[in-house]
């Protein structure tokens, strides 16, 4: 009999019954562990102690497959840095597949494969699942719902509320990748060049900043609307003035290129491996130990709150603002 | 950000900027005519560098803006004429209003429409999908134009039937010529566009100076080259010396590139064409010739052009694109219009003067 991995999916593979129960067996539950299928899963919260994260989220990105990454590598490690962002270990996620009928169960394989590299990686569970199937034409190939708990380790509580004047904004490596490696993915645009998306999982970095006692007043990952998006919103929410300096922003001469010749601001192209951390002028030195590939690419000033400022390349002052729309859809 | 090359240099920058104050001897207003330029401005802050006394002026170079409401009402009424028929566009289009619809809206209710970025994948499309008509918006200037024209010729030599265009391109030229004929006209020079004259080359904008007697300067797209082409209309103010002057001299040649043009009036003729804003330009679109009538969607699906509807209540985008006013100095401007919600093409289009404006916030606060 030939495994069910050499199968296109049908429609009956949502329909509860044996189809079903295989391919969770033979793709799901090898890949991503487990064997018990309960209609809930029991959580032992023995040795977890202190205040729990929650968060959740949907990914949708189009093609599932681009360079650097698949939908279910974007999916955990989405996950683990909406919880990172607030200071939180991940423990446990839950997955949701909806898959549209005709797709590889190869294809989903590999997928669940990356997710669960991911979700060892930084030391969490897949606790929970399920899996719908839709018609042909009635979805996009596959979409994957993952929430996820945490526990918060940090002894500050971590938000996008606590920026204060005087702090530095430090990001962990250039911007922009995963926006354009998808777009470019996507629109058949590989001729431009080839763009490698930065999705990764920030946990192990930020596990290590908060353990050098580094003192972080904020974090948040700038995914969908960039660096712009997310600075915007803790300037909002930290009731604070941003200025960053253009020349400072670590960016790809390749994803300059391509921002340019589509006529994208790099600010607002979604990141998936990438941290904005604010740190007190002090703790630069420690923080720069403990974040790979960190520099410092602004502060917080005086100034009106909630606006942020780019210096840019030629030494004129413009304001950064919080992107309309989605520029790209469908990037994550 | 970090490519920091010659043409992004802040020590460069500051000393032309430094030159700039010390050449402006009274207010000076400089139209930047292309949508590019007015995004680059904007995106670099080069207002910030500039004397208050030296105002820079959006153009009628944005291609999404300049189209005019009776265009798009016909291209959306191709979508509404059968089943089969695909719309295929660039992304600008899609957000433009159009009396209570858009291309975005007609997409949501099942309309197929498609979004490209070049016309060869329309192109490609069409071949693909034989049972389907596909009909290409065509807009732009000069410089994209060649590539659609070239479109069509594959289109007639490979056979491919089904695809169609609706030209609504336009030439840059007649604009300005409408621009300096205005009885209003107070603008001192034009920083003109570096694409379009990549393709024209500089020997058409001849009139500016020899009859109008106003300073040209054709620009390459960097902060640099903008400041540079400012520097260069004040000393031809200052000179009274007045000419046509390529800066963007790594890309432009003065005789612009003769087989572009050669793609493009083998497959358009010039004919008089609505402007939004502007009402009719004489001699100043490109429409399909007789010869690759087959491939044309105005004739195709027997549009008549009809009269322009009027411009939305309050929307200033004619006056903007003719540089009568400020983005800001628009009663919407920021208030009912806004690039989430737009009123007018300039809000809309990623090189329209009012997104730029209200993208990088250049108004008093």
Known sequence: ?332 | MMALRGFRDPELASSISKRIWDKVLRPIKIMEVCGTHTMSIARFGIRDLLPPSLTLISGPGCPVCVTSQGDIEAYIGIGSASDNTVLVTFGDMMRVPARGTSLQKERAKGKDIRVVYSPMEALEMAEREPEKRFVFMGIGFETTAPAVAFSIMEAKRRGIGNYMVYSSHKLVPPALLAILSSPDLSIDGFILPGHVSTIIGSDPYGFIPEEYGRAAVIAGFEPVDILMSIEMILDQINSGDRKVEIQYKRVVRPDGNRKAREIMYEVFEVGDASWRGFGVIPRSGLFIKESYSDFDASKAFALSRTEDPPEPKGCSCGDVLRGLILPYECKLFGKACKPESPVGPCMVSSEGSCAAYYKYRVWRE
């Open chain 1, 1 to 332: 009999m030939e495994g069910v991995r050499d199968e296109l999916v049908l429609l009956a593979h949502g329909g509860g019954g044996k189809l079903m129960r295989r391919l969770i067996e033979e793709v799901f539950l090898e890949e991503l562990g487990g064997s018990d299928l309960n209609d809930s899963s029991i959580l032992d919260l023995d040795g977890v102690s202190g205040k729990l994260a929650f968060t959740t989220d949907a990914f949708v990105v189009d093609p599932i497959f681009f360079p650097g990454g698949d939908i279910g590598k974007l999916a955990i490690c989405g996950t683990v840095n909406d919880l990172a962002a607030v200071g939180a270990r991940p423990l446990w996620f839950s997955a949701s597949f909806i898959v549209e009928e005709g797709m590889r169960i190869s294809d989903l394989a590999a997928i669940a494969s990356s997710m669960a590299a991911v979700t060892r990686e930084v030391g969490a569970k897949v606790v929970a699942g399920d899996t719908k199937v839709v018609p042909r034409g009635k979805g996009g190939e596959l979409f994957i719902s993952v929430s996820g708990i945490g526990v918060v380790e940090s002894e500050i509580p971590i938000s996008g509320a606590g920026a204060k004047v005087g702090d530095l904004i430090l990001i962990n490596g250039p911007i922009g990748e995963h926006g354009i490696a998808v777009m470019l993915a996507r629109e058949n645009m590989g001729f431009i060049s080839e763009v490698v998306s930065d999705c990764a999982p920030l946990w192990g970095m930020v596990r290590e900043l908060i353990r050098s006692g580094c003192e972080v007043h904020a974090m948040r990952d700038p995914t969908r609307g960039g660096v712009a998006a997310a600075l915007n919103e803790i300037a909002e929410q930290s009731g604070v003035c941003i200025e960053i300096y253009e020349g400072e922003i670590p960016i790809r001469p390749e994803v300059l290129g391509a921002c340019e010749l589509l006529g994208i601001d790099p600010l607002e192209v979604a990141n998936e491996g990438k941290m904005l951390v604010f740190v007190p002028e002090r703790d630069l030195p420690i923080a720069l130990d403990h974040i790979p590939g960190g520099r410092a690419i602004g502060r917080v000033i005086d100034g009106p709150p909630g606006r942020v400022y780019l210096k840019t390349a030629i030494g004129a002052r413009r304001i950064v603002e919080m992107p309309v729309g989605e520029i790209l859809p469908r990037i994550c």
